[in-house]
DNA sequence: GTCATGTTATCGATAAAATCGATGTAAAGA
DNA sequence: TCTTTACATCGATTTTATCGATAACATGAC
């Protein structure tokens, strides 16, 4: 049994091709073939079975690749020591955020974050939640930064702060005279809404407390998956909208009129680092955390007296 | 870095020798020893400090060696899932019992334990307590039936019985005449000791709560490692002693007729399953402790009413 | 200091392996 | 049926691991 050979069926689980495997690893098809033959030997096991397609692991493969992922994870911590022990950590940090996130704390961030590891190549994904879940499964993203709890059992989340929902209204809507509003006040107005698959639109959803299946009644059909879009609809148009308060950061006067905050226990949204529980460059990971969880508004710590909402 | 580099620096660490580790790991020693300079090459760190007579790991080396036992171990239990899943574990099963143990416990066990895994090879050692604890440390023996606790947070123990001590006393002495014994009716009376080094040795101090430091005055200074020579020195000559209750298992009734118990709360051992926390070959040594536990007599598996005794 | 001894590093040769490109075979889709 | 896609097989080639011999080095005895 070799390393190498781990990596391979790992691949291979992974695209569910050898083909699609051996392009990943950048060795032949033949290649890939001959050294899973190998070990599948060696083990006494057939790990696959070809006579499907797409390939799919055999039930002791799957375990046998589950396994195997432990194995390679913790030789590459080997890596991760020395790295550690040099003070200067190299490659490539792989991060997956939600979009209604990525564009209010990443500019806070990263900066100062690449400042300090100035050898790691920072790779930003903007995904859905459901995708990062699913590379980071995969071991295709290192950590994600979302709004949880995702109930995923295969996952390790830790809370870093609590975002507060804003309403963003129109100064022709009624809610434009109120001080505060409330989830009620939102549920007559009418509601620019982000499309299906952003977790903030089941938040909104639930603060209105709206069923998901039935459509809001007064709602814009406008998908959009950018809460700039959102904005600038209030702002061109009526109606109100709801914003995370990050996003409103640098707002001009004018567009500060338009906030209005939520009575207490104001809306927020929990966001959390996630990554496997068994995850690689924790030495980073754990410094960018860090790093965000020093770049927030100190108001955003705590989840006293605010109503942590899901989005499912 | 593949997996034979873990195991040529594990094998370094672990015997402290290039030329030692080369044996163990049926290699020539320049083998070796490249393999370990291209390791140290590939991850940019050296392990070895060769400088030093023997040879010791640096600093980072230490990490990296650790980091390696645990890579090691989680790629070798891709193979004990094949063997799970084929229900047959193959392999050898290397197990440390300390010698006041063996000779009673293990022939109630072993025959049915073989039966069971008939391609396991067992592989028995006596030793001391000491001895076992560092053995399964360096990965030597994979598991240890020994009297417990021993404080070593990098073992994990499983108590699996407590064994109540009994005296053994010669018919001469003045104890034959009192059905049951106390701690103080020992100390008055000439004991045969084991001697130093075993674990039994301590507990039946500390029965008697003799210091260790203080050499018993009223004791024979036999140096014997062996319950049965305790016995027979009582059988033979004079004064008592302290027994574990399984070794009078096969007692014939004269002997039984020198056996006096102890008054409740009886003195007991704690004998546990001894592993490291991260332990291969969990299948077998699982099933080797129960097959231990319904070995041994009911009123063994509960400590309530009991004095576990410690050995230090 | 010198010598004997034991330990690790280096070297060239050789055996073992991983990899490649070409090709064969089997299954899925048009 | 034909085409396409995917995995297995084969021989050639490159790469890697290992060996035996030897050099370099450290340690301890004298």
Redesign the pocket.
């Known amino acids: 049994m070799?390393l190498?050979q781990l990596e391979y069926i790992i691949a291979v689980d992974t695209y569910r091709?050898?083909?699609a495997a051996a392009k990943k690893c950048?060795?032949?098809?033949?290649?890939l073939?001959?050294?899973?033959?190998?070990l599948e030997e060696s083990i006494g096991a057939r790990i696959f079975d070809?006579?499907?397609?797409?390939?799919v692991p055999t039930d002791v493969g799957v375990e046998i690749i589950r396994q195997a992922r432990v194995a390679l994870m913790e030789s590459r911590k080997i890596n991760e020591i020395v790295q550690l022990k040099k003070g200067d950590l190299e490659g490539e940090l792989r991060i997956g955020v939600i979009p209604t996130i990525a564009p209010y704390l990443l500019p806070r961030v990263l900066s100062g974050f690449m400042q300090k590891f100035p050898k790691l190549q920072l790779q930003i994904w903007e995904y859905t939640t459901e995708k990062i879940i699913h590379e980071l499964k995969a071991g295709l993203l290192d950590c994600g930064i979302l709004s949880t709890p995702v109930y995923d059992a295969a996952l390790a989340e830790r809370p870093m702060f609590y975002e507060p929902f804003v309403a963003y209204v129109a100064s022709s809507s009624d809610l434009f005279q109120k001080r505060e509003v409330t989830s009620e006040d939102i549920l007559a107005d009418k509601l620019w809404l982000l499309t299906e698959g952003h977790c903030m639109r089941g938040q909104v959803l639930n603060i209105c407390q709206r069923k998901r299946s039935m459509e809001p009644e007064g709602t814009f059909e406008y998908n959009t998956g950018s809460v700039e879009t959102l904005k600038r609809m209030v702002d061109v148009n009526s109606g109100s909208t709801i914003l995370p308060e990050l996003s409103i950061a640098d707002f001009d006067e004018d567009q500060l009129c338009r906030i209005r905050y939520f009575q207490s226990p104001e809306p927020v949204r929990e966001i959390s680092m996630v990554t496997t529980h068994n995850y690689l460059k924790k030495q980073a990971i754990d410094a960018l955390e860090k790093e965000i969880i020093a770049s927030v508004p100190k108001k955003f710590k705590s989840k006293k007296k605010k109503d942590v909402v899901g989005f499912d």
Chains 1, 2 share one sequence.
Do not use: D, N
């Open positions: 070799t190498i091709s050898f083909v950048f060795v032949t098809q033949p290649t073939s001959m050294q899973i033959q190998k070809r006579s499907k397609q797409p390939v």
